[in-house]
């Protein structure tokens, strides 16, 4: 049975998006999931199932929109497809904690990096459903402008590696 990895957009701690994580943990185990494991307060979570990663991805968004009130959008990965996004990061000099791997719901059009207005130096890397951006000063005071990344949700390349290895330990354990 496949692992997927489900990446939230809009969900945080605090605030507007707020979810706890027993909350999501309870809605996926609700929605026939399995192994269900969650990783820090940002809307991070892994489970098994026998539905394609396009039916898990729509099921688990539509019901947390029943909770919350509105879609939050859900990004859905295998295992196999995190692990690659983990090891073909660009970058290599990069901190991995200024390198946000920003997952979008589709493929960005092979033009969505023309408009980036990157004041800081930033760079960027497109690769399928996934924009790599890095953020030499980091990202919380960066005036980057890039449309394309609006209807995703990012992750850094230390979280993305820790979701990776925990995919990758549930598989083993399957």
Known sequence: MPVYVALLRAVNVGGTGSLPMAELKAICEGLGFIDVKTYIQNGNVLFRS??????VE?????????????????????????????????????????LLVYFLPEKASGDALEK???????????????????????SGRSKLKLPALKPGTSRNLNTVRKLAEMAAEMEGSG
């Open 116 to 138: 980036m207005v990157a004041p800081d130096g930033e760079e960027a890397k497109l690769a399928g459903r996934e924009i790599y951006v890095h953020y030499p000063n980091g």
């Open 50 to 55: 026998d539905e394609t990663e396009k039916t």
């Open 58 to 98: 729509e099921r688990l968004d539509k019901a947390l929109g029943e909770k919350m009130g509105k879609r939050p959008g859900v990004m859905v990965r295998s295992r196999r497809e995190l692990d690659k996004i983990a090891t073909d990061a660009p970058f290599p000099d990069a901190k991995p904690n200024f």
